[in-house]
């Protein structure tokens, strides 16, 4: 069975400082990779994904994430966060072998507080 | 466009009752999945629905059930409740094959 391993379980930065949110996954094989965010008292919204192709995957509001086939990690980075970014990020994996369907295997997540 | 819906939004349950959520897929979405999230912890796989029956299941015990009705829309059933139990479950929906889960904003159950 897969399983994710975020590093890191808090992580406080200040405003406009960079950040990297660490994620490892145990899969040796073929991986789909997703990051969510969470803000409070709401669902998960899907932040970026990687399934082929580019290693390197950005989302629409300035987050990349690298995927790492030989470290086995899919690390998510930000050059300058904003106080809006405080939430809870999860990392994500699912196997696209998998004939019966796809399920999301997540980490325990990671609450990313930037302060002022 | 809309997206993935789900009621009630909060649910005050005590032990040994029963609950059923609903869920409404992403417009144009086949496939149904349910996750349990337990405060502080990473959402966990319940099962998935495709084609109105039950296409993959995680490690839930049978007090777990659910139901994909002719419209894509589901239902997840909980009996014999626990304080175990108490969690935010997501409902999140898909194209067929396709791995982008798109979720909803989650029943809060509570069960004293």
């Known amino acids: 069975a897969q399983s994710v391993t975020q590093l890191d379980s808090q992580v406080p930065v200040f405003e406009e400082a960079p950040v990297e949110l660490r994620c490892n996954y145990s899969?040796?094989?073929?991986?789909?990779l997703f990051w969510y965010v969470q803000y409070p008292n709401q669902g998960l919204q899907l932040l970026l994904k990687y399934l082929s192709g580019s290693t390197l995957v950005e989302s629409i509001n300035g987050f990349e994430a690298e995927f790492n086939k030989s470290q086995t990690s899919f690390h998510l980075r930000k050059p300058s966060v904003h106080i809006s970014d405080t939430a809870e990020y999860f990392c994500?994996?699912?196997?696209?072998?998998?004939?019966?369907?796809?399920?999301?295997?997540f980490g325990e997540g990671t609450q990313l507080t930037v302060n002022p | 466009d809309a997206g993935v819906t789900q009621s009630p939004t909060h649910l005050i349950k005590t032990r040994g009752q029963q609950v059923t959520l609903r869920c409404s897929p992403k417009?144009?979405?086949?496939?149904v999945s349910w996750y349990q999230q337990a405060l502080g912890q990473g959402p966990q796989f319940i099962f998935q629905?495709?084609?109105?029956?039950?296409?993959q299941r995680g490690n839930f015990p049978d007090r777990f059930s659910g139901h994909q009705f002719p419209n894509y829309s589901s239902e997840l059933n909980v009996n014999a409740l626990l304080l175990g139990d108490s969690a935010l479950y997501l409902c999140?929906?898909?194209?067929?094959?396709?791995?982008?889960?798109?979720f909803g904003p989650g029943t809060r159950l509570l069960v004293l």
């Open positions: 629905y495709y084609e109105e029956e039950e296409r």
């Open positions: 994500a994996v699912s196997d696209p072998w998998e004939t019966s369907g796809s399920r999301l295997t």
């Open positions: 417009s144009g979405h086949d496939t």
């Open positions: 899969s040796s094989v073929s991986v789909y």
């Open positions: 999140a929906s898909s194209l067929g094959g396709e791995e982008t889960q798109y």
